[in-house]
Nanobody, 115 residues
């Protein structure tokens, strides 16, 4: 069992930056592929970025070059650094942990990009 708690969501102006954090409880954090998803009002949840246990990363085309996912296995943390934020990045951001048939979600953190 893994519990995930996101933090760092906020209201930010276009062009600004935020760093989201996801703290994971439980053992064997390092074996999980960790991901950040987001869901905007009226839209489906979509993958933003993911990072495997080996450190390989994957990004949605819409955030490439602006967002960076990273993890600290010693502290059971995963981060999403978001730069050059746009109004269309507004959404609830969810942390996800996945390993074979096991999958866990956090409760989400709101990111609002608006002037």
């Amino acid at each position: 069992q893994v519990q995930l708690v996101e933090s760092g969501g906020d209201l930010v102006q276009p062009g600004g930056s935020l760093r989201l954090s996801c703290a994971a409880s439980g053992s064997l954090f390092s074996i999980y592929t960790m991901g950040w998803y987001r869901q905007a009002p009226g839209k489906q949840r979509e993958l933003v970025a993911s990072i495997t246990s080996g450190g390989s990363t994957n990004y949605a085309d819409s955030v490439k070059g602006r967002f960076t996912i990273s993890r600290d296995n010693a502290k059971n943390l995963v981060y999403l650094q978001m730069n050059s934020l746009k109004p269309e990045d507004t959404a609830v951001y969810y942390c996800n942990a996945r390993w074979v048939k096991f999958e866990y979600w956090g409760q989400g953190t709101q990111v609002t990009v608006s002037s």
